[in-house]
């Protein structure tokens, strides 16, 4: 198990930077992946940014340029430095964990969230 605890949250104008970060109760190298999603009012969730254990990195098309995810393994956090932002990037930001587990032929996997924290960005 782990728990994720996202800070950074906060209300900035367009145009304007902001870092979130995500603190988890265990060894990040020991998740297999770690990411941001953001879900806006009325949309689905959707993913931001996403760092492997192995240190792939992923963005989603819209964040390309403008975010940059990255790692603390002494504070086992995962942190996501946001600028140039826009209104549209207006969303709660939560924190996932993805933990992938086998054992002979069987497979489980886990999804952990953080409790998410507020971005408003406005023009």
């Known amino acids: 198990q782990v728990q994720l605890v996202e800070s950074g949250g906060g209300l900035v104008q367009a145009g304007g930077s902001l870092g979130l970060s995500c603190a988890a109760s265990?060894?990040?190298?020991?998740?297999?992946?770690m990411g941001w999603y953001r879900q806006a009012p009325g949309e689905e969730r959707e993913l931001v940014a996403r760092?492997?254990?192995?240190?792939?990195?992923n963005y989603a098309e819209f964040v390309k340029g403008r975010f940059t995810i990255s790692r603390d393994g002494a504070k086992n956090t995962v942190n996501l430095q946001m600028t140039s932002l826009k209104p549209e990037d207006t969303a709660v930001y939560y924190c996932?964990?993805?933990?992938?587990?086998?054992?002979?032929?069987?497979?489980?996997?886990?999804?952990?969230w953080g409790q998410g924290t507020q971005v408003t960005v406005s023009s």
């Open positions: 760092i492997t254990s192995s240190g792939s990195i």
């Open positions: 265990r060894n990040i190298f020991s998740i297999d992946a």
């Open positions: 996932h964990a993805y933990i992938q587990n086998r054992k002979g032929w069987d497979t489980w996997e886990y999804n952990y």
